[in-house]
């Protein structure tokens, strides 16, 4: 047996961070299917889509992390929802694991089914089986359950004068009461066989589809210890000064090198800025800064890079909800950490060094995208790192934020800490700072950022129509009634006219996010009414044009064509919807996952318009754009006022992104309305004020 | 529908500070993991009202306030008025009961009540555990548990890192499912020249959904790994910090002697 199976070095090791992130996200994305499977009223088919991410986990990765992930999902199914949860959840995870497991193996359906049933049915049956053998009072109480409701058909049956269908089912019935040890397993065999191809043909439809963007260089890779395995990680730490001598870098699989023949030094103690258009290559600098293993090349370093490591390096990243690991915030600043390490570390003082002081007992789930970056920044400081590597994580903080976040990573070299920071922000560069400029793969040092790009701002035909949004004394409560309510608007009253674009300020949780639901009908207001032309908004939901901050959750087919298909069918309106948002109609074959991000939410915005909308309502439309993006999309919305009479409401905690294109700012602070007068009149400080990212 | 998906959050932590928030998490789930065999063993009135009666004591003294009961939908009232009509109409099992002219079996009504208290009791078992536990405590207190499945080399510490991240992807995830629910209201309704075309589109919906599902919470899984791996790797990742009290040996003192009483009182 065990020459037959031989146990391979691969077969012992850890689960790598890929494989822990993946089965964490999938399974969670199973159990959520699940939750929802038992909440909406159609929900039996949910239960199928249930085992779908387990196909994706166990197609992607190894049979450890498929494991692994199905007994943590257990134990959170468990605590959500409790033993019914935790059943199906584990019938379609087993499933699922199954059907991966084929299509990793290019297993046709009928294979997959005949292996799934041969393996699961025995054992899913001998529990049932032993089960009920157990608890037989249980047993007998859901046969007599079984029985009753037999009985109350047959009655039925029987008063409609189907006599002899009546009595072939008490037959049936009570013969397969008393046989329950046989029936029950043949019965769940049926299932199971229909449930397995039910979602062997569901998931061949799509986890091919599922593609996520180029593959990752990983940072390094951690050994059955958790040591780093390059040569240059252990030992010492020593990440800088780092002499880069003709590195060359590349994705694996990508024909085009990254990094081309790269040499440049960067001296300890210095705020290097590194700029340049997008995918020039500025992250893969930042990576192989953070030790990712090079093509050709050598990185001269005193000692180890030893990331993560104490007095080594740390990096920061772009998404703040994705770089935080803890549930709390006092566990997440010592993620990671030995033990000793972790213990030595004064969390407190570091959250107040970063301007999060008293928070360390708050959910991460609760801070906002400022808040979380100063955590990671926490978080990396725990470590007191030689150097820090900053691939561009001002990108999606608002300008308070940003300013704050950038002081905090300055100050950091007056203690001799490095810090190479990423930006696309040419803004953000001091005349002190050490500035490198990448492009197309090449670094050039010292040189100039070019001027930043300003959009032409189109001067509106008319001026604002009549109103098409009123909002009055509207309010909104989340949770009413439970310890968890909320109240995220009151008392606000304000109108959106015909080709007007507004613009509603606020800071994170200030509701503003709520208000583009409400004004999108998408809620019902608890007090006040949201009317669209005299109307209930709620009663006109698909109306409104709401772009979400993340477009990918909306654009749902595999390519631009399909996705504008419904609203432009042929290739003529193709190509004047896609130029009508500046998109070139060779986009339109392109899979929306080979989008930039800034594509999308052009592309999303080119089939809301071609729908014929008259209002718009974009939600964070700018957040994490480069600035060639960000000026592109301004571009589109002024032209759209200045040609359309397109009401435009856009909801920003970013004053200097939509300004220049709008008509009027509209603030909210605490659900509150504050301001709400055209632009030019109003006072900038007191708005910087109104989006300033702190707490009371 | 949307105001009531935003709703879903209702088995979550209450944040007040209770002796039942301060038990550990391992505790608890003991306590309602045995009270799971209790009532399957013995599925009948004194043990349901023995079970019943810890689980509304535990929630009493947690101070929950009453606001934590999730609304049940209307439709599901429904269901069960009728389902429970119908056992009650239909059956022959005695003792019968005479009300509006009709003979209603008050058996089945009897078992068809005590099949959905006892569901209630054990799904209250668990809620009280969501909502007095810290999600953050979690991890620790079922590696604790999980402790002796190590020693048979089953990978524990994988698995508890991985109900960590668990734990914390959650309120991400049904973020993004929220936020899909209501894109999928927003799309435009085409219209189909045949049921067929209707049908084929309807069957692609729910693919276009899991696409978009996986493929963002992938993104969002190689980004974690990032953060991971730039925090060190998950080798040191502690989890031993949580320790049994002595009031911890008192709850599960008091849980063990009112299951052992659920499983030996005479019916």
């Not at chain 1, 005193?302 to 104490?310: D, E, K, N, Q, Y």
């Not at chain 2, 993104?219 to 060190?232: F, I, K, Q, V």
Request: with cysteine; net charge positive.
């Amino acid at each position: 047996m065990a020459s037959r199976f031989p146990r391979g070095p691969r077969g012992a090791r850890r689960l790598t961070p890929v494989e822990l992130a993946e089965a964490a996200v999938l399974i969670d994305v199973s159990l959520v299917l699940c939750v929802l499977g038992w909440l909406l009223p159609y929900g039996g088919a949910f239960f199928v889509t249930s085992a779908v991410p387990v196909v994706a986990l166990a197609a992607r990765q190894r049979l450890r992390a498929v494991v692994v992930g199905l007994v943590a999902g257990c134990a959170l199914a468990f605590i959500v929802g409790g033993t019914g949860l935790t059943i199906s959840f584990v019938e379609f995870g087993v499933l699922g694991a199954f059907v991966g497991w084929g299509r990793r193996r290019a297993w046709g359906r009928a294979r997959t089914v005949a292996v799934t049933v041969a393996v699961v049915w025995p054992i899913g049956a001998a529990i049932t089986v032993a089960a009920l053998q157990v608890f037989s009072d249980l047993r007998r109480l859901t046969f007599d359950q079984v029985r009753n409701s037999w009985s109350g058909v047959a009655r039925i049956l029987r008063n409609l004068g189907f006599e002899q269908l009546a009595h072939a089912g008490d037959v049936v019935v009570s013969w397969s009461i008393r046989h329950w040890y046989f029936v029950i397993p043949a019965v769940e065999a049926l299932v199971l066989i229909a449930v397995t191809w039910v979602a062997q043909t569901l998931s061949h439809a799509v986890v091919p589809r599922v593609v996520v963007g180029r593959p990752h260089a990983r940072l390094g890779i951690t050994d059955r210890d958790g040591r780093r395995g390059t040569s240059t990680s252990d030992g010492q730490a020593g990440p800088v000064p780092a002499r880069l001598v003709d590195v060359t870098f590349r994705y694996p699989g990508e024909a085009r090198a990254a990094l081309d023949r790269v040499s440049l030094t960067v001296e300890t103690g210095r705020f290097v800025a590194v700029t340049g258009p997008n995918g020039a290559g500025k992250s893969s600098l930042s990576r192989v800064l953070a030790g990712a293993a090079l093509e050709s090349g050598t990185i001269e370093r005193p000692g180890a890079v030893a990331l993560g490591r104490p007095h080594g390096t740390a990096m920061l990243f772009q998404r703040p909800e994705s770089q935080v690991l803890g549930v709390r915030v006092r566990d997440d600043v010592v993620w990671g950490l030995r033990y000793d390490d972790a213990t030595a570390v004064d969390v407190d003082a570091l959250l107040a060094q970063v301007g999060l002081a008293g928070l360390a007992d708050r959910e991460t789930s609760t801070l906002s995208g400022g808040e979380l970056q100063r955590l990671a920044l926490a978080s990396a400081l725990a470590r007191a790192p030689a150097l820090l590597v900053s691939d561009e994580s001002t990108a999606m903080v608002d300008t308070a934020g940003r300013r704050r976040l950038l002081d905090l990573l300055r100050g950091l070299t007056s203690r001799g800490t490095t810090v190479v920071h990423v930006t696309h922000r040419y803004g953000e560069i001091d005349p002190g700072d050490g500035l490198l400029r990448v492009e197309r793969g090449r670094v050039i040092a010292g040189a100039a950022p070019p001027p930043s790009p300003e959009a032409t701002i189109a001067v509106p035909v008319a001026g604002p129509g009549a109103p098409v949004l009123e909002v009055r004394d509207a309010g909104f409560v989340y949770s009413p009634g439970t310890p968890w309510e909320h109240r995220a608007l009151q008392h606000v009253t304000t109108t959106v006219r015909e080709g007007e674009t507004v613009l509603v300020l606020g800071a994170n949780g200030s509701g503003k996010s709520t208000l583009a639901w409400l004004l999108a009908g998408l809620l019902h207001p608890t007090e006040g009414e949201v009317l669209l032309d005299g109307d209930a908004a709620t009663r006109h939901v698909g109306a409104v044009g709401l772009a979400f901050q993340h477009a990918r959750l909306q654009l749902l087919r595999p390519t631009v064509r399909g996705e504008l298909a419904v609203v432009a069918p042929d290739e003529g309106s193709l190509v004047r919807a896609l130029a009508e948002v500046g998109l070139d109609a060779s986009i339109a074959g392109r899979p929306i996952d080979a989008l930039s991000g800034g594509q999308q939410r052009r592309a999303l915005l080119a089939r809301l318009l071609a729908t014929g909308t008259r209002v718009l309502v974009l939600d964070e439309p700018f957040a994490g754009l480069d600035d060639d993006a960000r000026v592109a999309l301004a571009q589109v919305l002024a032209r759209l006022r200045a040609t359309r009479a397109v009401a435009t409401v856009v909801v920003s905690h970013d004053l200097d992104d939509a300004v220049p294109f709008a008509d009027r700012v509209v603030g909210l602070r605490d659900g509150r309305l504050v301001l709400d007068e055209p632009v030019g009149s109003f006072d900038r400080s007191a708005v910087s004020e109104l989006v300033a990212d702190v707490r009371p | 529908m949307s105001a009531r998906t935003r709703d879903v959050h209702v088995f979550r932590y209450v944040a007040v500070d209770s002796p039942v928030h301060r038990l550990w998490a391992g505790t608890k789930l003991l306590a309602v993991a045995g009270a799971g065999v209790a009532l399957s063993l013995r599925p009948e009135w004194p043990a349901i009202a023995l079970v019943g009666a810890l689980v509304v004591a535990g929630a009493l003294v947690a101070r929950l306030p009453g606001g934590v009961l999730p609304r049940v939908p209307r439709w599901f009232v429904v269901l069960l008025l009728l389902g429970g009509a119908a056992a009650a109409l239909a059956s022959t099992k005695p003792p019968y009961v005479t009300v509006l002219g009709i003979s209603w079996s008050g058996g089945a009504l009897e078992q068809w009540v005590r099949f959905f208290v006892l569901g209630v009791v054990l799904l209250g078992a668990a809620a009280l555990v969501t909502w007095t536990t810290n999600m953050a405590e979690l991890a620790p207190a079922i590696r604790a548990l999980l402790t002796p499945l190590g020693w048979v080399r089953v990978p524990v510490d994988d698995m508890a890192v991985t109900i960590a991240l668990c734990a914390r992807c959650l309120p991400l995830l049904l973020d993004d499912s929220r936020t899909m629910l209501a894109a999928r209201r927003l799309r435009p309704r085409p219209y189909y020249d045949s049921r067929r075309a209707r049908f084929r589109a309807e069957l692609r919906e729910p693919v276009d959904l899991l696409v978009a599902a996986l493929t963002v919470s992938l993104r969002r899984a190689h980004e974690l790994a990032d953060a991971m791996e730039a925090r060190g790797g998950t080798a040191n990742v502690t989890t031993g910090r949580s320790r049994i009290a002595s009031r911890d040996v008192i709850a599960l003192a008091i849980v063990a002697a009112v299951l052992t009483a659920a499983i030996l009182v005479p019916v």
